[in-house]
């Protein structure tokens, strides 16, 4: 059967294109013949010999077959195995030979034992983490999982553990700490799927807690601004963005009963901007109507944290599986047995944030029974303390600065369903429909899950957990599969998805939201889709490499409007290099820089004059749990009120003047940015001598490992 789903731009640092029965590979559009990724081998490890290191437990023996892990052409890992157990051990293997300290860190992140790597400056951290007991969790969930995932588990514990032993000395950062690396178990598998759900999820409560203060002190009208007024540029692919028009907005007397609600917290106000949730994860799908060669095209590119290395793994994975045979390509996560994001032969699928609703805070009933205990945390190079964490049936108790009320967390990550192996069941699923069935019963941070097929289909749903809140009160754990929402071949042929409300329907109700990305992404993308009637890879690629900055248009039409009657020379020359903008981000576009530097400030003028009184008594709030860009821009476009130009006018005076001090030679030379920033193609021309490792090592050979 010939392919129908491609896979584009898995990873944000190399965009690929795999067809497997096409002769030809996209790379940074560029042309590769099949030839260029023949393998070439580089270890033969065989079952018998890795076993041979660990005990095999339950696992069933079976005949000794030969493992080939070689490197294409472009250093990305191919694991050629005779059945998962084998394929599990030897992408144990080379991950911990390249990744290990990765991983450790993301087992000791959840686990809450970092103190015991880097020492007492990390006690606070592993404290935090002491109340979820996350590694009893994860045993537990670990006894439950269906065996083959539990098999699975452990033979990439042996591998990990045969790739550590193999290593003729400790990873560097080992030798610098003066510390061994310690075993790895199945359960630090389970231990680093939780890490991600730290990374994607409000775990700690602040930003739900965040809300409930607000509720305490903001009239309605200021609530729904914050919290539930629509951004402006939605793009949702459930339900209708409302027209602008329609929008509420606070009056005076509003205003006046927030200030009169914080009057006691006023005089000693003072705002501390938290670090702002980014995101910028996009996934899109296209029909074959569109293509062609007739067959639907997906892409996708997630954006997590930077860090060194990148947070994904490359892998190609060959092997035997329940009576067939398995080919996925895509990006592993070290620490998980399995491809994450990726491509067979009959399907190609792509997550991106949902930020929906994940977590709940409740206040602590007198009649609800508390344990509490003392955990001891390890610290290194000193004594292990204690400290005492209390949880109940539901999730742990907490307690915030400033507010005498107890909580117990709710949070999807802590249901009994919250973490499994199904995700790896997406390299047998033969077409959409079972693709569907594994997102509904995966355990995995909740997040938008795009797919295509070799048949033609394509869909949109949630994968992983959403909180059944049929009832008042705690959850009754996680909707059913057939409760899921899902969007398949719609009439556009298009699906897309970038961190945004992607519901604003009866749906919003049931999935909620939480941080949804107010940034224009989603807009951009949509707009790019539905611009076209014809696209093709590189088509694709393109939109996946735009720099159009939507967000700021309505930014820059007000800074012109607000500057247009000055007779200042100085706000004269802003206005004329505002005036100039491209709509992109550019590094030579000084225009841009200004736009956005304006977008900021005034995000956190209103930000510090809303949060600011009330840090002074809850010192964790953080402004960026309301809908910041919306409520931003609704209160600037009303800037000519009485009451806003009373509360505003100075600061807003203020932010064009530090635009000024910001770009102090307008005027002088504004034809080029000081920032320091590097095209797309610099960064992948490995070979040209342009960056900055290829210059200290020009001996190195080519082709370097691009993960």
């Known amino acids: 059967m010939p392919l129908r789903a491609r896979v584009v731009a898995l990873v944000p640092s190399l965009h690929v294109c795999c067809d497997h029965d096409e002769k030809d590979i996209v790379v940074d559009s560029r042309y590769y013949q099949r030839e260029c990724f023949r393998p070439h081998v580089v270890a033969q490890l065989s079952s018998e010999r890795l076993s041979a290191k660990t005990k095999w437990g339950t696992r069933p023996r079976r005949t000794a077959g030969e493992v080939v892990i070689a490197r294409d052409a472009h250093g990305r890992p191919v694991i050629e195995a005779l059945d998962e157990w084998d394929m599990a051990r030897a992408l144990g293997f080379i991950h911990a030979q390249e990744r290990f300290f990765q991983m450790d860190l993301l087992r000791r992140i959840s686990a809450g034992e970092l103190a015991a790597l880097f020492g007492s400056g990390l006690i606070s951290h592993d404290e935090s983490k002491a109340k979820f007991a996350l590694r009893n969790h994860s045993r537990d969930i670990l006894t439950r999982l269906p065996e083959q995932q539990r098999l699975r588990l452990e033979a ?111 005089a000693n106000a003072s705002f501390r901007q938290q670090e702002p949730y980014y995101s910028g994860s996009n996934s899109w799908a296209v029909s074959g109507a569109f293509t062609p060669h007739g067959l639907p095209i997906l892409s996708n590119d997630m954006h997590l944290e930077q860090g060194l290395p990148s947070i994904w793994y490359r892998a190609r994975l060959v092997f035997q599986r329940d009576g067939r045979s398995v080919d996925v390509s895509g990006v592993t996560l070290p620490g998980i047995p399995g491809v994450i994001v990726g491509a067979t032969d009959q399907v190609a699928w792509g997550f991106t944030n949902s930020n929906i609703f994940t977590t709940s805070l409740i206040p602590l009933p007198d009649d609800l029974p508390v344990t509490t205990r003392e955990v001891s945390i390890r610290v290194a190079n000193s004594e292990d303390i204690l400290t005492s964490v209390s949880y109940t049936e539901y999730g742990p108790v907490l307690s915030f600065q400033g507010d005498s009320q107890l909580y117990v967390l709710q949070w999807l990550a802590l249901l009994p369903c919250g973490i499994n192996l199904d995700l790896v069941d997406m390299e047998i ?58 969007l398949i071949n719609p009439e556009s042929g298009l699906l897309w998805t970038a961190n945004n409300r992607i519901a604003l329907n009866e749906w919003l109700a049931v999935i909620g939201e ?194």
């Not at 931003?632 to 009120?641: E, S, V």
């Open 156 to 266: 990439y514990a042996d591998g990990v553990n045969a790739g550590i032993s193999a290593l003729r000395s400790r990873p560097i950062p080992y030798l610098l700490l003066r510390q061994t690396p310690q075993s790895w178990l199945p359960e630090d598998s389970i231990l680093v799927a939780f890490a991600k759900y730290f990374t994607l999820q409000d775990g700690f409560g602040n930003y739900e807690h965040t809300r409930l203060i607000s509720k305490r002190y903001f009239p309605a009208s200021l609530q729904q601004l914050l919290f539930t007024t629509p951004f402006r540029m939605e793009s949702p692919l459930l339900g209708e963005a409302p027209q602008p028009a329609s929008l509420p907005f606070p009056d005076a007397a509003d205003w006046q009963a927030f200030v009169a609600n914080t009057a006691d917290l006023q």
């Open 429 to 486: 699923a033969n077409n959409v429909d079972e693709a569907l069935a594994i997102a509904h019963r995966a355990g995995v941070p909740t997040q938008n899950f795009l797919v295509v097929d070799a048949e033609g289909n394509m869909a949109w749903t949630l994968i992983g957990g959403i909180a059944d809140r049929t009832t008042n009160g705690f959850w009754q754990g996680r909707l059913p599969a057939e409760q899921y929402p899902s």
């Open 514 to 707: 939480s941080r949804p990305a107010e940034d224009g992404r989603a807009f951009a993308i949509a707009e790019a889709l539905h611009g076209s009637n014809q696209f093709d890879e590189r088509d694709l690629l393109r939109i996946q490499l735009l720099n159009r900055t939507p967000v700021l248009d309505a930014w820059q039409t007000v800074l012109l409007e607000d500057l247009a009657d000055s007779s200042d020379p100085q706000l004269i020359k802003l206005h004329a290099r505002v005036a100039q903008w491209s709509g992109s981000a550019q590094a030579d576009d000084v225009a841009h820089e200004i736009i956005n530097r304006f977008r900021a400030r005034f995000i956190q003028l209103l930000s510090s004059r809303i949060y600011g009184p009330l840090q002074t008594r809850y010192p964790h709030l953080n402004s960026w749990a309301a809908n910041l860009e919306t409520a931003a821009f609704h209160i600037l476009q009303n800037r000519h009120q009485d009451w806003v130009a009373a509360e505003f006018g100075d600061g807003i005076r203020e932010i064009y003047l530090s635009l000024l001090s910001y770009r102090s030679d307008l005027g002088v030379n504004t034809t080029k940015c000081t920032c320091n920033i590097r095209s797309h193609s610099q960064y992948h021309n490995w070979e040209d001598g342009s960056t900055p490792l290829r210059k200290a090592y020009p001996e190195t050979p080519g082709h370097p490992t691009r993960n």
